[in-house]
């Protein structure tokens, strides 16, 4: 007959591997992970990291934040905390945030830190405060969607330097999302242009503007000029036009408007059919992007071929063959400069982009339309081996081929247009205006 102390070892010895198995899942679930920036930490939630807030504020040279009383909901490692989701009952936001005059309460506040932070900053200000569900949930929301934009591996942390603190805040009127380095004063918008900007739309065109837009009062007459482009282009291209169902616009006054939004103008997303533009800026470039990747959803992997295309169509009635053959004879660029297009060189040109469209209206005029289309569409696209493959002639070879042509043909005398471009783009070299 087994008696109770025997049971009690029994059962012991039974229990003891569920307790290591259980004790090495924890280890192994806090165990640090290695990357090339570091290693990166998991991070825990729990309801004991649950905690009220009251009269916490973080102020920098140009915003105040103000938490008169919230909820917290922090993000745990093995080196301590490094994450806090604040979700405010009363808050108040103050100041300049890239000209934009900031004055309202937040909706919620993310904060990513190192733990040396947390300690001298956030952890006096907290009190244990049992878990609140909707609050709870809302938090892990929170974390889910902002964790994987700041110094993470995966779902692992990174952690913060000592002096860096990202605060990401959704402010109240209007709700417009924010991420910023808070201690060096710099902000990014990261809400959609969209959920701010008025909406206008005709045919396959949806255009999104701001309402001190410069266009405000010509939204058709600009759009009709961008639809007249699209049609060119489709036709130069031989795309159906119906192919895409709808272009995007999102039209900027200057390009410091675009900044506060984290645009750096201007640029397409070819694959969203998306432009996100300056309201002067060439009817035809962004939309060439467009075009093109519509050719076979494709786009080469080359800077020149790519730009240079869209200088070509940017439907601004310059001839990029005048303007090239003045930049060679008038020796602004020299003979040599031009093989420098070819590789990973060609922003580094500064009259990369005009004379790239030269390059490329030669490979279309002397080879035609639909082998520079294949050329445009190939998928594995390797500079020493497709020039050769698609033109029979290396990029060197097709360069010296054009340039001759370019010396010795005559193009005529500037226009005016390409007078005030070339005079212009003095100026904007290396401006990132090369797209006017």
Partial sequence: ??????????????????????????FAQQKPVKTRKGKA??????????????DFNM??????????EGYVLLGSTVKGFTEAIIIPLDSRIDGDINEMEAGCPLNHLYLRFNPEWYARNLEQNLQRSPAIDSIYSRAMDIHKQKFRNYFHAGWNALIPP?????????????????????????YYILSDPADNFDKYTHDRFTLYYPGNSVIGDTLQQWLNVRERAYANICDFLDVEQNRIENVT???????????????????????????YTLYNQTPGHELAHVVSYWINTKRIDSALINEGLAV???????????????????????????????GDHFREVKWGYPVGASFVDFLIK??????????????DYNESDSFVQYYGKTGPELMEEWKEQIVNKDYGELSAKDKDYLSLYKQWAGKSVERR
């Fill in 366 to 379: 002397t080879r035609g339309i639909d082998k520079f289309k294949d050329f445009f569409a190939q998928k």
């Fill in 162 to 186: 000592a002096e860096v603190l990202i605060c990401d805040f959704e402010m109240r009127q209007p709700v417009v999302r924010i991420g910023s380095l808070f201690y060096a004063d710099k």
């Fill in 249 to 275: 616009f999102y039209v900027f006054n200057d390009k410091k408007q675009g900044l506060k939004y984290g645009k750096k103008l201007g640029f397409a997303v070819p694959g969203e059919s998306e432009i």
């Fill in 1 to 26: 007959m087994i008696n109770r102390r025997s049971l009690l070892l029994l059962f012991a010895a039974l229990l003891l591997p569920v307790i290591l198995l259980i004790s090495g899942a924890v």
């Fill in 59 to 68: 102020e920098n040279e140009t915003v105040k934040i103000t938490i008169s």
């Fill in 41 to 54: 930490y998991p991070v825990r939630h729990s309801e004991k990291f649950f905690f009220s807030v009251e």
């Fill in 312 to 342: 070509l169509l940017d439907q601004s009635g310059r001839n990029y063959n005048r303007i090239t053959r003045h930049l060679l004879s008038t020796e602004v660029i020299s003979p040599g400069e031009l093989t420098s297009l070819l």
